[in-house]
């Protein structure tokens, strides 16, 4: 009785991991921008539709909008340069950039469709206008490369695969640790896409993409016990990614 039990369970268990893999396998879809298959599970509109209804608690978690308009129309002025410049521009998103008031903590993010930010405490930080456009191409990156859509498909399917092991077989705990590694592995690689297609987006708006280095310098010492910056945090050791960032420059500046 308990063997047949068991082996019930394990049934039902495969046949939920199943239906995820299945359903995991019809949302792969290729990047028409960066040309790399990933794990969809929202349609772009949805992911301005996150961005934009989320974007007004994002600035008052950083103090609001910076009040000097003159720098705010300088985010502007290079962020859409970066946008209009490159294949961003092809793309269904709305581009807004904000200049956030903190100035404390050094950060700049994404969320997804468009709407990104830098905190004043970084664009303080900044010696010129190309480090500002490597900040803002990086963050462009992320958006273009779907990477927050990306993560949410793929926390779906690890969910869904740890509710079948827990099923199936008591294995939930060991497979959703699986799934966080595979987040965090994810995680490593949307930096180094993100810095590759910001180097490309410099270029195209005639930007110094040597100054991306720049910015991974300032990051680099800015980094304290209480500072994660989000180009920081997650992530490939800053030397390593300078070395990418040297590779995408020779890669794409002829
Ligand atoms: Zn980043």
Redesign the pocket.
């Known amino acids: 009785m308990r063997s047949k039990n068991l082996k019930f369970r394990l049934l039902i268990g495969v046949a939920i991991a199943l239906f995820f893999v299945f359903k995991r396998c019809s949302q792969r879809e290729e990047n028409p921008y960066t040309g790399r298959m990933q794990t969809i599970s929202m349609a772009a509109d949805e992911e301005i539709a996150i961005g934009l209804q989320s974007a007004p608690q994002m600035a008052q978690q950083h103090g609001g909008l910076h009040p000097n308009t003159q720098y705010q129309a300088l985010v502007d002025n290079v962020g859409n340069k970066l946008v209009n410049n490159s294949i961003a521009r092809q793309t269904p998103y709305k581009y807004e950039f904000h200049l956030l008031a903190d100035p404390n903590t050094i950060n700049a ?1 994404a969320l997804p469709g468009g709407q990104i930010f830098i905190t004043h405490a970084l664009f303080s930080k900044l010696e010129n206008e190309d480090q500002l456009a490597g900040v803002l191409g ?2 462009i990156g ?1 958006v273009l490369g779907r990477h927050s859509a990306e993560r949410i498909a793929e926390s779906e399917y690890w969910q869904g695969l740890a509710t079948a092991g827990s099923v199936g077989a008591d294995m939930g705990g060991l497979v959703s640790g699986i799934g966080q590694n595979t987040l965090l592995t994810n995680g490593r690689d ?2 180094l896409e ?1 810095d590759e297609l910001g180097v490309k987006f410099m270029l195209k708006a005639g930007y110094n993409p040597r100054e991306m280095i720049g910015v991974m310098e300032i990051l680099k010492a800015a980094a304290g016990p209480n500072r994660v910056p ?2 920081q945090s997650t992530h490939p050791d800053p030397d390593n990614r300078i070395e990418k960032i040297e590779e995408a420059i020779e890669k794409y500046k002829n």
């Open positions: 993010f990086h963050e992320h949307d930096e993100s989000e180009m």
